[in-house]
Every structure is written in C-alpha cells, then in structure tokens.
C-alpha cells in the first residue's frame, strides 16, 4: 500500500461518504482526530435541535398529551433500526433499557424457552457485562456456565465452539464483533451451529451495529442486543435496542413483567398479560429524550448506508494496519486484530507493553484511542466522520511519540475510566 499522505488525500477525495463529517459536531473544527467513535460517537449536529424540539414543543407544550405518540416511539425506532441498520423486519426490534438489561432478559426468556436444559455458552473474552449476566443468570438458576475460550486478538474459533455445544446448553451468547480486537463472528454459521443441537443464540451487537452488515432474517438470528450510543451515535447512556424473532416473540417471556409490555396497557388490569409483538419485552416508561438522539444517529447512518460504511471502515482499518506495521512496528507495537480485513470490524487494535502510557500521550496530542486490558491501544476510525488523513496524521503522532519516547514521562497508574 502507498503510505504516502497524499495517497490518504485520493482516498478521501474519492470516499462517496465524505459528506456526512460536516454533520457532526467538532469534526474538522476541535482539531481532534477522534478514533474512539466505537465507544462513544460523535454528535450529530441535528441532535441539539431534535432533542429542542422534544423538550420545548412536546414536552413544554404537549405534556401529557404527547404521550399519544411517545407511547409508540419505542417500536417505531426500532422499526427504522431494524430497516436501516439490522437487517430485521418490522416488529422485530424494540429500543429501551441499556444493553446489559436488554441481555439479562432475552437471556432468561431464552432459558424458560429450553426447559430442561442446564448449561449456558458464553465467550470467555467477551466484554465483561455480558459475561456477569451470563454469570447471574446461571447462579440464579442453578446452571452451569462453559465459557469457551478465545483468543484475544483473533477472536473465537469456531470450532472450539462447537466443541462446547450439546443437548444440555439452552443459550449461548456472543459477541458479533469483538469489543477489544475487532474480531468478527460469522452470526449465520454459529447460529446454525448452536440450532443444530436446539440452543439459541443471544447475539451482542454492540460493536457491530452501524460498522458491518449484521442481516438479523438473513442469518437466521433469533435474538439480539446492542448499544446505540457506539457508532449509531445515540450520545452516552442512549437507550439500546433487542431483537426478537419473529415466530419466536409469542413463545418467549421476559423476566421483568412490566406495564409497557401489558396487553392494553391502560386498562389496567389485575394480571401481567403481555402483548404478543415485541413490546412484551418492555419493561417500564421509556426515556423519551434520549430517544430522540438516537433517532437522528440512526437516522445518519441508516442514510449512509451499512455497505458503504462498512467499506469505509475496512479501508480505514487497512490504512491503520499497513501505517502501524510500517511506523509503529520498529517501536515494539504488534497488531492485536485479525489481519484479515474480512475478519474485522470497524476498529483495529495494537499492543505494546506501555498501551496506557502510549495513551494518555496520543490524547495530550489531540489523538483519541482508548485503552484496554492487558496492553492494547484501540483505535476506532468511525467511518462516518473519519477521513484517511485523520488516520494517517493519527499514525503520524503515534509514531513521533514512540521515537521521542515521550510517553515515559506518563504515569504508569490507570485512571478510572480508561
Ligand atoms: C459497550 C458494550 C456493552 C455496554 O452495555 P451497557 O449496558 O450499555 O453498559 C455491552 N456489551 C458489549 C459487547 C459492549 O461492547
């Protein structure tokens, strides 16, 4: 590859997606290069006036008389969701609670749906809520927990998965992309696999929905979760969304029986009866605010385009691979993803023995990565709003603080957030 900065220039001149930037706050203005759209995205500069609109016209003026549409507004985001962004039907996705709860209940629904059956799956690297509520649900439960393991940087094989599969595991949940390397899973294969011995698989999408194609129907999947405030750039604490199938819907129950999954909600009645669609996996009032910016988010990306921006991010993560090989390898730093770009989301991952130290100097150098345990720099190109010369001037400061060694000087103790 040319890793010139002029050939970073072509890319961009030449990226169909070049436009969207300009509709994002601080980008191309606070002189940041910001790769941690992965963790928590950019805002769209639409959102200050939808989240406006919600506070002064619905909510000042509307009060309670809006809720005749906010009632609806959880399934007809997750219906745009489903369209634009999963590859879902309608009816099949509901936006609320976060992520962790949205997995504790399609989990235990999952379960009460395999009676008899004693064992759950989960990927030993996986990120850590995921694990935890597999971990509660198994102690609440009396079952047993096989975490399968996996390589940090290539991801879960799946062979060794199938290794754990029998008639004894009700769930097995994974992760699409993997939070720390960027590994991607084959959601339609290890599907089929788990349903060749009658168990389901509980899909976490967290670092893959608005990066790759997930294709829900097309896979086959018949439960999922995620977050909304990653790439799809809902702002931080952004309600998340589930994923039912729909045959499914009708034979599964979720462990939280709230009034927003009641049958005619407002009658009141004296028993939980839930609807038969996807509300039932409601549980209370939804935060309608927050919605809001997720439906711009979404929105942006459902109009960029899953392929295009899957594309973009391959391309960034080429860039990014092919410059830290070149620069950043002499200096002890090695790749912690898959190399094969078809093997990847949209971040890239590199190690090196001072990862955190490295960076808090990239970040006092208007570079934003994110560290993770043990030794790992990530670097989450978002493809929305991030140019080829973002990265390539990113590599470029990265590898001025390795040749100066100016990351020494930083201390060696982590912050709390890292
Ligand atoms: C970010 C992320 C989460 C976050 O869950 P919250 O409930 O929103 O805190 C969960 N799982 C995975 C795989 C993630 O990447």
Wanted: net charge negative; aromatic share 6%; with cysteine.
């Amino acid at each position: 590859m040319d890793l010139c900065r002029t050939h970073a220039e072509t890319l961009d001149a030449e990226d169909p997606l070049a436009a969207f930037r300009a509709r994002f706050a601080g980008a191309g203005e606070d002189g940041l290069l910001y790769l941690d759209g992965n963790s928590l995205g950019r805002m769209p500069r639409e959102t200050p006036a939808a989240l406006a609109r919600v506070v002064e016209d619905e909510w000042a003026r509307g009060l309670v008389g809006s809720w005749a549409s906010w009632i609806g507004a959880a399934t007809r985001l997750g219906d745009r969701l489903a369209a634009g962004v999963l590859g879902a039907g309608p009816g099949e996705v509901l936006v609320g609670d976060s992520t962790s709860v949205n997995l504790y209940k399609l989990l235990v629904a999952g379960v009460d749906a395999r009676p008899g059956r004693d064992v759950l799956v989960c990927c030993a690297d996986d990120f850590p809520t995921d694990r935890y509520i597999v971990a509660g649900v198994a102690a609440a439960r009396g079952m047993t927990v096989r975490e399968v393991p996996a390589d940090i940087d290539e991801g879960l094989d799946a062979d060794v998965l199938a290794a754990a599969l029998d008639e004894r595991v009700a769930v097995v949940v994974l992760s699409a992309v993997a939070y720390r390397s960027g590994a991607l899973a084959d959601i339609a294969a290890l599907t089929r696999a788990a349903r060749d011995v009658g168990a389901l698989v509980l899909w976490d999408l967290s670092h893959a929905a608005g990066a790759v194609p997930v294709d829900l129907a097309a896979a086959g999947a018949d439960l999922a979760v995620g977050c909304t405030y990653k790439y799809l750039g809902g702002g931080p604490g952004a309600p998340a969304f589930l994923y039912v199938r729909r045959e499914l819907q009708e034979r599964l129950r979720q462990p939280i029986w709230g009034w927003f999954g009641q049958r005619d909600q407002f009658a009141m009645g004296p028993e939980y009866d839930p609807v038969p669609g996807v509300e039932r996996f409601g549980v209370g009032t939804p935060p309608v605010l927050a919605m809001a910016a997720v439906e711009v988010g979404a929105g942006l990306v459902a109009e960029a385009g899953i392929g295009r921006l899957a594309a973009k991010g391959r391309a960034l993560g080429q860039l990014t691979v092919a410059l830290a090989d070149a620069w950043l390898a002499p200096h002890g730093v090695a790749l912690a993803s898959p190399r094969d770009p078809a093997r990847r989301g949209s971040h890239v991952t590199l190690a090196h023995p001072q990862a955190w130290q490295l960076t808090q100097a990239l970040v006092d150098r208007g570079v934003v990565p994110d560290f993770r345990t043990p030794d790992r720099v990530r670097l989450g190109p978002a493809p929305l709003y991030t140019r080829f010369v973002d990265v390539w001037d990113a590599m470029d400061r990265f590898r001025a603080v390795l040749a100066e060694g100016a990351h020494e000087r930083y201390p060696t103790e982590r912050a709390r957030v890292t």
